[in-house]
C-alpha cells in the first residue's frame, strides 16, 4: 500500500511536460524530414542538367535566328554575329567565305529577319558539352523592290559548348524525301 | 466508521510527517522513510502491530475527526507534502519546459523553412520541365507522338474510316476541332483524285514535359500518291508543307513540322492540341 502511493507520487504524470515533449519530439521529426528533402533537392542531379538543357535551346534559338537574320545595310555587324554565334567548322566556313557572301548579299540588296517558332533538344551529352537541336524557324526575306516573303524552315542545329557557351557548330535543313534539300 | 478509512488517514498523516521532517532534514532521498525517527516517534514501525494504547488514542481522535475538524487537518497535510514535493522541482522544472517550447518552435521553424526551400527548387520550370532529364518518358513519348501524327495524317481514299478511328483514338479536346479542319481539304483533294496520303514523322524533339501534359515538336515527310488520271495529286497533303519536290512515279513529297500538345491520360498518351504555326 505505501509503495503504492510513493510510486503514484514519484511518477505522477505531468500532462504539460508529457506534451510539450511530445511536441518537441514531433517538431523534431518534421524538421528531420525536411531538412533531408531540402538538402536532396539542392543536390539534384537532374537539376542541373535540367539547365544545361535550357541554357543550350536558348543559346541554339538565338544562334538559329541570328544565322537567318542579315541587313545588306549593316553587313559587317551582320557577319560578324554570325562568327560569334559559331564554333568549329561551321564557324570556319563562314568566316572563309564571308567576303564573297557579303558581295552577293550587296548586290541582291535583300533584309533577311528570323523568328523562331518552336525549338526542342533532341539529344544532350553535358559532359562532352554537345546537343542536338531542332528549331522551327519561320524566315521573312524583304526584298529590293520591298516584297516580302515567308518561308518555314525545319532546322536541325548542333551545339558545343565553348568556354563555358553553348554555339552552333552545324546547321542545316531536315531533309524531305529522305533526301537533303540545303 | 470503517477501518478502511481509517487506515488511509493514518497512512496520509504517516506520509506528511515523513515529508517534514524529510524537508527539514534536507535530505529528499529519505522523505517518507520509515525508518526516521521523526516516523517512529509517534507511529509504530510498519508490519508490527501498533500498541494497544497508541490504537485507542488514535481511534478516538479519529473518532472525533469523524465529525468536526479532522479533514482541515488531513488536507493540511497533504498540502504541506505536495509542498515539499513541488519544491524541489520549481526551479529546474518551468525553465525544462521553456527550453523545450523553444526547441519546439526552432525546430518547427527550421521545418518549415526547409520545406519552403525545397518547394521553391522544385518549382523552378526548368526542373519542372523533364524533358531529357526523364530519359525513359522523354522516348515514350517521342515514339508515341510520332506514331499518333503518322496515323493522324495519313489518308488512304479506300479505307476512310481509318482516319475516323485514328481521330476517335487519339485526339482529345480542342484536337478533334483543328484535326477536322486541318483534314478536311485533304480528305476531299484526295478522294477526287483517288490518292494515298502517307505521313511519316522524321524527326521529333520533346519540349517539355510538365507531369502529365507534354509538347512536341515533329517534322514530317508527307507523300501523296494519285491512282488517277496525272498521277501524282497536285499540292500537298497537308498547308503546312514548306518544300515539296516530285519523286519520279513516287508522287508528291512534301516537308512538314509542327508542334503537338499531348495530355497522358488512363495510361495512354492523347493529342489535345495540334499548332501548325498559323499555316
Known amino acids: ?182 | 466508521m470503517s477501518t478502511t478509512r481509517h487506515h488511509i488517514n493514518r497512512q496520509r498523516r504517516r506520509q506528511a510527517r515523513a515529508t517534514r521532517s524529510a524537508t527539514s532534514a534536507g535530505t529528499p532521498e529519505s522523505a517518507g522513510s520509515p525508518t526516521r525517527p521523526g516516523g517512529t516517534a509517534v507511529l509504530p514501525p510498519p508490519g508490527s502491530p501498533s500498541p494497544p494504547s497508541a490504537r485507542t488514542a488514535e481511534t478516538a481522535a479519529d473518532g472525533k475527526a469523524a465529525g468536526s475538524g479532522n479533514g482541515t487537518a488531513d488536507r493540511k497535510a497533504s498540502g504541506a507534502a505536495l509542498g515539499g514535493r513541488s519544491a524541489r522541482g520549481r526551479s529546474r522544472r518551468p525553465a525544462g519546459l521553456a527550453a523545450l517550447c523553444a526547441l519546439t518552435v526552432l525546430l518547427g521553424g527550421f521545418a518549415g523553412w526547409a520545406h519552403a526551400k525545397a518547394e521553391a527548387l522544385r518549382d523552378d520550370p526548368a526542373r519542372r520541365n523533364t524533358a531529357l532529364t526523364d530519359l525513359a518518358r522523354t522516348s515514350e513519348l517521342k515514339g508515341r507522338t510520332s506514331k499518333a501524327v503518322d496515323r493522324l495524317f495519313s489518308y488512304d481514299h479506300t479505307d476512310p474510316g481509318a482516319l475516323e478511328e485514328a481521330a476517335r483514338d487519339l485526339l482529345t479536346g480542342k484536337a478533334v476541332d483543328q484535326h477536322r479542319a486541318l483534314l478536311a481539304d485533304v480528305r476531299k483533294r484526295a478522294d477526287a483524285q483517288k490518292a494515298v496520303i502517307t505521313t511519316t514523322v522524321t524527326e521529333s524533339a520533346v519540349e517539355r514535359i510538365d507531369g502529365d501534359r507534354a509538347r512536341v515538336l515533329v517534322y514530317a515527310d508527307q507523300s501523296s500518291v494519285g491512282t488517277a488520271g496525272n498521277g501524282a495529286a497536285a499540292g500537298g497533303a497537308d498547308r503546312t508543307g514548306e518544300s515539296r519536290k516530285t519523286a519520279g512515279d513516287e508522287g508528291v513529297y512534301a516537308g512538314a513540322m509542327l508542334a503537338v500538345d499531348v495530355v497522358h491520360r488512363d495510361g495512354r498518351w492523347l493529342v489535345s492540341g495540334i499548332d501548325t504555326f498559323g499555316r
Do not use: C
Open chain 1, 1 to 182: 500500500m505505501k509503495r503504492a502511493v510513493r510510486a503514484l507520487t514519484a511518477h505522477r504524470p505531468r500532462p504539460l511536460s508529457s506534451l510539450v515533449l511530445a511536441l518537441t519530439l514531433v517538431a523534431g521529426g518534421f524538421a528531420a524530414w525536411t531538412g533531408q528533402d531540402w538538402y536532396r533537392a539542392a543536390h539534384d542531379d537532374r537539376a542541373a542538367y535540367a539547365a544545361q538543357r535550357d541554357e543550350a535551346l536558348a543559346a541554339g534559338e538565338q544562334a538559329v535566328q541570328n544565322l537567318n537574320t542579315l541587313d545588306h545595310r549593316d553587313l559587317k555587324q551582320g557577319l560578324d554575329l554570325w562568327e560569334s554565334s559559331t564554333t568549329g567548322e561551321l564557324h570556319e566556313q563562314l568566316a572563309s567565305g564571308r567576303a564573297e557572301f557579303a558581295e552577293q548579299v550587296k548586290a541582291a540588296k535583300t533584309v533577311t529577319t528570323a523568328r523562331v517558332l518552336s525549338g526542342a533538344v533532341t539529344e544532350l551529352d553535358d559532359r562532352a558539352g554537345r546537343a542536338r537541336v531542332l528549331i522551327a524557324l519561320r524566315v521573312t526575306v524583304g526584298a529590293s523592290d520591298g516584297a516580302k516573303t515567308d518561308k518555314d524552315s525545319r532546322m536541325l542545329g548542333e551545339l558545343t559548348r565553348t568556354g563555358g557557351r553553348w554555339k552552333l557548330s552545324a546547321l542545316g535543313q531536315a531533309p524531305v524525301g529522305g533526301a537533303p534539300t540545303g
